[in-house]
């Protein structure tokens, strides 16, 4: 588990500088909505009638329920053995850590690292409370620890239990001064979270057609309006549109892909909104459409392609994982990323 941000905008044409960047091809959406899929006469369902209908479900099952203290001590040993993990940068021993693209991420880290010669970094994070929804048969059990520390970080990390034991699927953070707690998570009468699915109504879009859209701004460069201006989503999109018009002005062109990775979990907040975490698979590829000036990375892409500047085409693909928190329907208010991470998996070039 690692946690990268969105760095240096701008791009120079000395070789042309690209930044270090952020990033499918989601199914398009009907241009009066999120998308055809969800009819805008969907009710919204009340807090209590999903934590009944949660319930219910819970009751049919023949499968133990993870309780919040197993949760906290599994945490607990994850926690501890990836800060080893890291610190000793053993990829072996974080194959039992984590798993899916979460993986992928933390062994890239470790890559780049070593590429610089420097640790990749590891610790402890404070604070922490975790969130657990209820058993429904069929479906793997899964939970979310959230630590906050004013002032410097908020992190959650989303577990989930597989063939192997728990492992780490998803992880977002947000390191700004300013990061606020997350908002309120929705609880039944024990205190277990109330767990969305996919295509759960009553938001103002489902939490699938949320991340659909969010990566398909990315990927179109075009910020939207139904996302709150940020670093995850306005920003990220001009950030493109400024790199297009600097490659293009060296004779040089951008193609960004963005799709979606995983499976998208989300968790009903007490306002009737909710929280979705999901994850992404990105890459920007920069072509020349005339000889002239070269290309090369910035950042960590950089440091993978051993800053070479290239003179035909270079890509970069990012393993990229988001949350967000969706308003309830019938709200004025945007959606809002979060947090991120964010990690440069490869590069290629010639």
Known sequence: MAVATLVGLGVVVIAVRAGDSPPSSPPQRAAAGWDAERSPASPSPSSSGSKRSTAKTAAKSTSPQLTAKKASEIYDRFQHGISSAQAGMDEKAIGGLEQGLALEMTRASISTARMEGTKVAS???????????RHIEGLADWFVAVSYEPEVARISDVMT????????????????????????????????????????AGLVGTPRQI??????????????????????TSDAALFWQREREQLVQAGWGLTLSYEPEGAVRALQTTDGG?????????????????????????????????????????????????????????????????????????????
């Open 123 to 133: 610790g402890m994070w404070p604070n922490t409370r975790v969130w657990v929804p």
């Open 161 to 200: 239990k597989t063939g192997s034991g728990w492992r780490l699927v998803v992880s977002a953070a947000d390191a700004r001064v300013n990061a606020a707690e997350l908002p309120a998570i929705a609880t039944d009468s024990a205190g277990y979270a109330v767990s969305l699915p996919e295509n759960a």
């Open 211 to 232: 991340v659909r859209a969010h990566l398909a701004s990315l990927e179109k460069a075009q910020p939207d309006k139904r996302f709150a201006q940020g670093r995850w």
């Open 274 to 350: 909710a929280l979705v975490w999901y994850a992404a698979r990105s890459t920007d590829t920069r072509t020349a459409r005339r000889a002239g000036a070269k290309v090369s990375l910035k950042g960590s892409a950089a440091v993978r392609t051993a800053h070479k500047a290239f003179g035909r085409w270079v890509s970069a693909t990012y393993g990229r994982m988001y949350v967000a928190y969706v308003p309830p329907a019938g709200s004025s208010d945007p959606v809002r990323v979060l947090g991120e991470w964010s990690e440069v998996l490869e590069t290629d070039g010639a």
